[in-house]
């Protein structure tokens, strides 16, 4: 049984940093691409960023301003988040997804005040 593990969401002042943690605990192989989503108040989840063997991927808004990375002998992934926004305010996820084999973390606030 796979679980994944959120952690270092807060409240933060615009133009701040917070740093999330994302801790996999069971069968997580290298194989599987890790990202991180954020679901805002009355908006869809959307993906922040991934990262893989292969490629890192960021959305456009986030480009400049968080850093992915993963530790593969942790099974742990992190968003490095700076210069922080007050629409960057959302629960933020962790995910883990290999074909059709998917892990969701419980989520972890984010909180942008102007």
């Known amino acids: 049984q796979v679980q994944l593990v959120e952690s270092g969401g807060g409240l933060v002042q615009t133009g701040g940093s917070l740093k999330l943690s994302c801790e996999a605990s069971g069968s997580i192989s290298s194989m599987y691409v890790m990202g991180w989503y954020r679901q805002a108040p009355g908006k869809q989840r959307e993906l922040i960023a991934h990262?893989?063997?292969?490629?890192?991927y960021y959305r456009d808004s986030v480009k400049g301003r968080f850093t992915i990375s993963r530790d593969y002998a942790r099974n742990t992934i992190y968003l490095q988040m700076n210069n922080l926004k007050p629409e960057d305010t959302a629960v933020y996820y962790c995910n883990a997804a290999l074909v059709d084999d998917t892990y969701w973390g419980q989520g972890t606030q984010v909180t942008v005040s102007s």
């Open positions: 990262i893989s063997t292969i490629t890192t």
